[in-house]
């Protein structure tokens, strides 16, 4: 599978983006999708995941309330709403697939990320 994440940039604290992560291949509806961030000198961090259908969805607690995440298994394509946001969420943002059938991990197949920068 090939991920191509998108949609970072570059936005002042408290505002909004919206990043997607398209898939190729056939069987996305049948995988849990995750997002991942790194920051600058810092390990790479869970995000946010979502089951295979979308009706499991987990947040890291520094996301909580702020961020969505979502999916459109017709467009294998997996979102990620990111609202309020604050000069710590500055880092490159990944898309990943998780496992088969499942709400969440193991995951791998990591997909190119997207610079998401917040001044202050």
């Known amino acids: 599978v090939q991920l191509q994440a998108s949609g970072g940039g570059l936005v002042q604290a408290g505002g909004n983006l919206r990043l997607s992560c398209a898939a190729s291949g056939r069987s996305f509806s049948n995988y849990a999708m995750g997002w991942f961030r790194q920051a600058p000198g810092k390990e790479r961090e869970f995000v946010a995941s979502i089951s295979w259908r979308g009706g499991n969805t987990d947040y890291a607690d520094s996301v909580k309330g702020r961020f969505t995440i979502s999916r459109d298994n017709a467009k294998n394509t997996v979102y990620l709403q990111m609202n309020s946001l604050k000069p710590e969420d500055t880092a490159v943002y990944y898309c990943?697939?998780?496992?088969?059938?499942?709400?969440?991990?193991?995951?791998?197949?990591w997909g190119q990320g997207t610079q998401v920068t917040v001044s202050s």
């Open positions: 990943a697939r998780g496992g088969f059938g499942s709400i969440a991990g193991p995951f791998g197949s």
